[in-house]
C-alpha cells in the first residue's frame, strides 16, 4: 500500500502497547500507512498464563480462525479485513492448513509470519518490556493498549485507576443469544411480568416435569473445565445457570425461571416455571436467556435449551460463557472515535475493549488504525456502515441500539441492520416461497459489501478485490 501519511511531519512514535492479534495489526497498518510506530511487547521477559511460546500474535488455544464463509458473519468480517489489506488475514491466507470451510492455520508457522513482518518492517520498532503504567500520551502523538484478555496485573491496576474500578471488568458472565425466526412463537409468548410495562419478554412455559429434567440435564450437562488461572469467583447477581441448579431443585424456580406473574395464553395458566427472553437490539432480530450464563460446553448448551418448549429449533447467535477476560466498559469510556474519554490520545484495541475471539480483536486494531489514521489527518472518521460487518463490530462497541447490559461477545447477525424482506413469491402451485435464512445473510453479506467498498472510496483506504 502507498504511503499516504507524511512521515516528516510525524516525529512523535505511536506507542503500541501488546504485541498480539490487535497490537500487530494496529502495527502493520499504521506502518504500511507510512506512520512509524513502537510496539512493546512484555515476551519473552514475561507471559500471560495462556502463552506458550514468544512469538507475537500467539494464538492461544483453537488454531482456527472460524468460518470463512461469508454467510456466516465471521466470515463476512475476515472478507472485509481482507478487502481493507489486514496484515492478520495475509499472515492466515500465507499459513492456512486444510479445514473445510473455516480458515485453520499452523499457528507456529503464523506466529513466525508476523514476527518476521514486524521486526523487518523499517518503521516498527520492536520492544520487550513489561508496561505498568499507561504511557504519558504526551511521549507520543497516540497510545493504544491492546494487552488482552490477560492484561498484566500492574497496567491493569494502572488503567483501573484511569477508569475508574467499576468500568474494567477481570471475569465476563454471558448468555446466550438466539435468532428470533429460529423460536416457536406459537409456544413462546411476549408479556411483561404482572403486565407491567410493555410485553418486553418474550416467556417459555415449562410444566413441572418439563423442569425437573430441565434442572437435571443442566447439573449433569459437561462443563469447561476452568483453567488454572481462573478461580471459580461468582458474584451472586450473575451465577451461572448451573450453580444455582445445585444449589436446590427448586432454586431456579424461585430465580430466573419464577413464573410468578405470567399468563400461558395458551392454557390460560400460570406455568410452573418460566424461562424469559428478553430482546437483545431493538430490532427484536435477536433475544437473550435471562439468568443463563454458564460453563455448559457449546454443544451441551444446544442440546439442552433446545430441550426447552419453543427452542426447538433455536439457533444460538452467542453461546453462554464464564471466563477470564479483562475487558472495559467500552460504551462509557470510550468515546465515538474510540479514544479513551479520560486522556487525550489514548486508544484501546483488540479484546480489552470488549470484542471476543481472535478474528474480531484483529478487525477491532484494523478499525483503531484507521481511526488514528483520520486523527493524524486532522480529520473526525466516519465509521464503517452499520450493513458491514465493520459498523456492526463498532455498534456493539458502541452499544448503539443494543438494550441488554454491556458484555463482551463475538460478531453476530444481531449487531447488523435488518434487511428488507423481499417481495412475497409463489411457487407455481401458488405455495408460499420462504427465503431461507442463508439465502437471508448472503443478501446481507452482498448490501455490506457494495457499503464497505463505497464507504473505503470515500474514506480513502485502498479496496483489495477478493473473492
Ligand atoms: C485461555 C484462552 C483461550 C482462548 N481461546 C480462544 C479460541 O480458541 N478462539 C478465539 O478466537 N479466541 C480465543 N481466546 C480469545 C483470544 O485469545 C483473544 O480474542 C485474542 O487473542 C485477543 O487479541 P488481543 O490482541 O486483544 O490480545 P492478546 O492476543 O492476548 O495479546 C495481548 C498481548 O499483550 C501482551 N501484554 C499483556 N500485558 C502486557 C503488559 N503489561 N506489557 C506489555 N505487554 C503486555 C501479551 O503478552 C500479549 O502478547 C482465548 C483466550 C484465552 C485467555
Redesign the pocket.
Known amino acids: 500500500m502507498m504511503p499516504i501519511y507524511d512521515i516528516q511531519s510525524t516525529p512523535k512514535h505511536i506507542l503500541i ?7 500487530c495489526e494496529v502495527a502493520l497498518q499504521l506502518a504500511r500507512f507510512g506512520i512509524p510506530v513502537q510496539l ?4 519473552p521477559l ?3 498464563p ?2 506458550h511460546t514468544d512469538r ?7 488454531n ?3 468460518s470463512d464463509d461469508i454467510g456466516n458473519a465471521i466470515g463476512l468480517l475476515k472478507r472485509e479485513m481482507r478487502n481493507l489489506g489486514s496484515a492478520i488475514m495475509e499472515a492466515a491466507d500465507a499459513t492456512k492448513v486444510p479445514a473445510g470451510s473455516a480458515l485453520a492455520v499452523d499457528r507456529d508457522l503464523f506466529g513466525d509470519y508476523l514476527t518476521r513482518l514486524i521486526e523487518e518492517h523499517p518503521l516498527i520498532e520492536l520492544k520487550h ?4 503504567r499507561l504511557p504519558n500520551s504526551d511521549e507520543a502523538k497516540a497510545v493504544v493498549i ?7 496485573t ?2 491493569a491496576d494502572d488503567i483501573a485507576s484511569l477508569t475508574g474500578r467499576e468500568s474494567l471488568y477481570f471475569y465476563d458472565a454471558i448468555a446466550p443469544i438466539i435468532d428470533s425466526e429460529s423460536i416457536n412463537w406459537d409456544i413462546v409468548w411476549r408479556q411483561s411480568r404482572y403486565d407491567k410495562g410493555e410485553a418486553d419478554y418474550a416467556n417459555i412455559p415449562l410444566s413441572k416435569e418439563e423442569y425437573y429434567t430441565f434442572v437435571d440435564q443442566v447439573i449433569n450437562g459437561e462443563k469447561v473445565t476452568p ?1 488454572a488461572f481462573e478461580e471459580a469467583k461468582y458474584f451472586e447477581g450473575c451465577l451461572p445457570i448451573e450453580v444455582m441448579a445445585e444449589r436446590g431443585v427448586e432454586t431456579l424456580s424461585y430465580g430466573p425461571l419464577k413464573p410468578v406473574g405470567l399468563t400461558d395464553p395458551r392454557t390460560g395458566q400460570r406455568p410452573y416455571a418460566v424461562a424469559q427472553l428478553r430482546m437483545e437490539n431493538q430490532a427484536a432480530t435477536a433475544w437473550n436467556m435471562v439468568g443463563f450464563q454458564t460453563r455448559l460446553k457449546y454443544p451441551e448448551q444446544k442440546r439442552i435449551f433446545k430441550s426447552l418448549p419453543g427452542l426447538e429449533q433455536a439457533e444460538f447467535l452467542r453461546f453462554g460463557s464464564i ?3 479483562t475487558y472495559l466498559h467500552a460504551p462509557s469510556v470510550l468515546d465515538d472515535q474510540l479514544r479513551s474519554v479520560h486522556r487525550d490520545g489514548l486508544y484501546f ?4 475493549t470488549g ?8 478487525a ?2 484494523q478499525m483503531i488504525a484507521w481511526h488514528i489514521l483520520s486523527h493524524l489527518r486532522g480529520e473526525t472518521f466516519t465509521p464503517p456502515p452499520t450493513t458491514t460487518a465493520f459498523g456492526a463490530m463498532r455498534r456493539h462497541l458502541r452499544q448503539d441500539g443494543v438494550l441488554s447490559k454491556y458484555a463482551p461477545s463475538n460478531l453476530n447477525w444481531s449487531f447488523f441492520d435488518p434487511i428488507e424482506k423481499l417481495p412475497k413469491r409463489k411457487d407455481e402451485r401458488g405455495r408460499r416461497i420462504k427465503e431461507s435464512k442463508r439465502d437471508k445473510r448472503l443478501r446481507m453479506s452482498e448490501r455490506a459489501q457494495l457499503a464497505l467498498k463505497e464507504w473505503a472510496q470515500d474514506t480513502r483506504l485502498t479496496w483489495h478485490h477478493y473473492e
Request: aromatic share 4%; proline share 2%; with cysteine.
Open positions: 502497547v501488546g504485541g498480539g492479534l490487535a497490537g512493546t511487547e512484555m515476551k514475561k507471559r500471560t495462556a502463552q507475537l500474535a500467539e494464538l492461544v488455544c483453537s482456527s480462525f472460524r518490556e513489561v508496561v505498568e491492546c494487552t488482552g484478555p490477560l492484561t498484566d500492574a497496567l483453567k471466563h477470564r477476560n484495541a483488540g479484546q480489552i470484542v471476543e475471539g481472535y478474528v474480531e480483536s484483529s477491532c486494531g
